[in-house]
């Protein structure tokens, strides 16, 4: 009886397993987990380039490069490039890395996995190149150029992307610099051309390119502008005394500095016990030619002249030394005495009259009452006594 349960129970269950409605299973197709990626690398490191596969069960991932060219075929490289390996941190990825990125390189690549159709995820690479000056491309570290010509400056750069090149004048009007001491010029652009150079330009230039891949690079240039020389003197005539020393000045501006000198007739003077001839740097292309003169004696009056010359051109000016005399003040003459005459005086001149007369007696009596005769020119004393004791008072 057990036997015929058993078997009603399986007639049961496979009743009721035949009368389910049937399900279809599909099984479902490799897919990637994004149809497109851009990667961006500079040259010289190493990119990876990702591809991540779902659902792949046997079929097959290969990867392509932008020349169609094919690179790995599973995890096997295919090609001789052993810059290229198949990288697989997870059991879905395919990723393909390049050591060594090359500006080559750049483009599109395709993953791809061998359904019907077959399905491709893209990967675009871009490489960026930083800025690199070309030296033998370039112009070299020096260069002479004469007043008043052109002068080109080139700074051949490349980069991806193209780098932006801009020009600097480093030292502007000063003999010393830091890095930074420096003032923007002329336009963007690989050449810097200066027109009718003058000795103002005469500096150091700088290039420097950018393309905000790492850091920028520059190149210096130095410019040097040549030209004949000029002479200036601060004074054109000085006076000494005999016995005494001067210092005569005389500033030279030439570039190349090649010969200066302080001659008197034609001949160039040297040093001695005499003359003491010392030369000192003022300022850029800029120096003063000194000559002290010592003891100085009447044949060491006269004219001097200083001189200069360089492959360009020369000059020269003219200095005159002459002898300073001094005069020696004569004495002094006393003043005339000044006599004043006193206020309220009276001055009276008496001019006596020539008189011819006959002499007469006149009687006075004495103290003793005896009686005496007096000459008349005894009066005439009288009178002039008077006046001049009037004349003193």
Known sequence: MLGLLGLDLFGLVVGVVTHLPSVKVESLEPSFDDPVTNVTAIA??????????????????????????????????????????????????????????????????????????????YVILTVHEPPEIIPELSSKEEVFVRESDTVQ?????????????????????????????????????????????????????????????????????????????????????????????????????????????????????????????????????TMTLSMKISDIQKPDFGVYRCEAQNEFGRDFKDFFLYELVTTTPSPSTPSAVTTTTPVHVYVFTWTPSVRTYTPRREYHSSRNGQSRFLPNNTFYLIGLLTTLSVIIK
């Not at 990825?93 to 995820?121: F, R």
């Not at 480093?170 to 963007?188: A, F, T, V």
Request: glycine share 4%; charged share 25%.
């Open 44 to 121: 010289g490191d190493t990119v990876t380039l990702p591809c991540s596969v779902k659902n792949l069960k046997d079929y097959k991932v290969m990867w392509l490069d932008h020349r169609t060219k094919t690179l790995t075929l599973e995890a096997r490289r295919i090609i001789a490039d052993e810059r290229i390996t198949i990288e697989r941190p997870d059991i879905g990825d395919w990723n393909l890395y390049i050591h060594g990125v090359e500006l080559s390189d750049a483009g599109k690549y395709m993953c791809q996995v061998n359904t019907v159709p077959v399905k491709i995820k």
């Open 153 to 285: 400056l080139v700074c051949n750069v490349t980069g991806v992307p193209t780098p932006t090149v801009r020009w600097f004048k480093k030292s502007p009007n000063r003999r010393h610099y830091s890095y930074n001491d420096k003032e923007m010029i002329g336009h963007d652009g690989m050449v810097l051309r200066i027109r009718n150079i003058s000795r103002y330009c005469d500096d150091v230039y700088q290039c420097v390119a950018d393309n905000g891949v790492k850091l920028p690079v520059s190149r210096d240039i130095k410019v040097t502008v040549q030209f004949p020389p000029e002479i200036h003197l601060p004074t054109k005539k000085l006076s000494q005394a005999v016995g005494k020393e001067t210092i005569l000045n005389c500033e030279v501006t030439s570039n190349p500095s090649m010969y200066s000198a302080w001659t008197r007739d034609g001949i160039t003077i040297q040093n001695s016990d005499k003359f003491k001839i010392d030369l000192y740097e003022d300022y850029k292309n």
